[in-house]
């Protein structure tokens, strides 16, 4: 199994970005997946997760209203719709899978398998 992020970049406060991440390898449908971010001298934090089915979300508290989890099960494809940037969403984020059917906070769940990261830079 493979995930493959994708979409960082350098964006001004108040700016968007789309991050996707590609998930590869899978025998099975059933697999929820998580947003996670590292910023520089704080611990790995959750942002996000999307259930197995697609059908439901989580947010962290701090980007409630700001972000948007969605995803293809056609094309294997999570997306993190990131709209009102804030310097502090600055960080590396990574996209995570956990097999089987999950929903809801998956922040604090042993994820399976890890994509490499896409930096996020939010420039005030």
């Known amino acids: 199994v493979q995930l493959q992020a994708s979409g960082g970049g350098l964006v001004q406060s108040g700016g968007s970005l789309r991050l996707s991440c590609v998930v590869s390898?899978?025998?099975?449908?059933?697999?929820?997946v998580t947003w996670f971010r590292h910023a520089p001298g704080t611990e790995r934090e959750g942002v996000s997760s999307?259930?197995?089915?697609?059908?439901?979300?989580f947010y962290a508290d701090s980007v409630k209203g700001r972000f948007t989890m969605s995803r293809d099960i056609a094309k294997n494809t999570v997306y993190l719709q990131m709209d009102n940037l804030k310097p502090e969403d600055t960080a590396v984020y990574y996209c995570?899978?956990?097999?089987?059917?999950?929903?809801?906070?998956?922040?604090?769940?042993?994820?399976?398998?890890w994509g490499k990261g896409t930096l996020v830079t939010v420039s005030s």
């Open positions: 995570a899978a956990k097999a089987g059917y999950y929903s809801g906070n998956l922040f604090d769940l042993r994820h399976d398998y």
């Open positions: 390898g899978f025998t099975s449908d059933y697999y929820a």
């Open positions: 999307i259930s197995s089915t697609g059908g439901s979300t």
